[in-house]
């Protein structure tokens, strides 16, 4: 079965990004999360999400259409 929900640590791993920035992301609201008691999880499309938005602003593509 897939995973559907990735801890922070995981989440930066996969964009290839810091710890600081996947949690200043998640803080933010630009990567959707979800609080499962003290620790806020991803959901995998959320990532997918995340990265389709920043593919279609970098190429002026209207961000609505791709939701």
């Given at each position: 079965?897939?995973?559907?929900?990735?801890?922070?640590?995981?989440?930066?791993?996969?964009?290839?990004?810091?710890?600081?920035?996947?949690?200043?992301?998640?803080?933010?609201?630009?990567?959707?999360?979800?609080?499962?008691?003290?620790?806020?999880?991803?959901p995998?499309?959320?990532?997918?999400e995340?990265?389709?938005?920043?593919?279609?602003?970098?190429?002026?593509?209207?961000?609505?259409?791709?939701?």
């Amino acid at each position: 079965m897939p995973r559907i929900l990735y801890p922070t640590d995981e989440v930066a791993q996969q964009l290839g990004v810091g710890l600081t920035t996947a949690k200043a992301l998640i803080r933010s609201g630009e990567l959707r999360s979800v609080k499962i008691g003290r620790a806020r999880r991803v959901p995998a499309d959320a990532l997918q999400e995340y990265v389709q938005r920043l593919d279609a602003e970098q190429n002026g593509v209207d961000v609505t259409e791709v939701a």
